[in-house]
């Protein structure tokens, strides 16, 4: 299981650019831990979008990482998030009101916003002051 979530948290591809940003075998062993452990899925969504720190002291940074850039806006991050963890493909929104989903453009730039104080430090993830 662990292996089959880091795919699906990386979004099925890793760019040579991802191996300078993110430390994957940390990641993958904290993945395989917590489905060892049993884990439950809350505890696990918690520290992947909310732990602060370095790649390899906290493993689940290493999904912030793989997914914020050097754009000053974390729109990847809040798209992924919102796919895998709610369901919800919210990308149609980031430039009109969603068609098929109740969701608008404003509601798209306030998730963003969400993940807005989050800079990746090149090995650690931190929110910035």
Known sequence: MGDLWL??????????QDFARSDLGP???WLRARFFEDT???????ALLSDRGGRRAKPAVNFSLKHLGAEPLPVKLAVMSARLFSNRDIRCAQCHDHPFEPMTQEEFWGY???F???RNRGDLVE???
């Open 7 to 16: 795919d699906i948290l990386v979004d099925h591809e890793v760019t040579q």
């Open 27 to 29: 990641f993958r062993q």
């Open 40 to 46: 439950p899925y809350p505890e696990i969504v918690r």
């Open 112 to 114: 963003v916003e969400f």
């Open 116 to 118: 807005r104080p989050l």
């Open 127 to 129: 929110a910035a002051s």
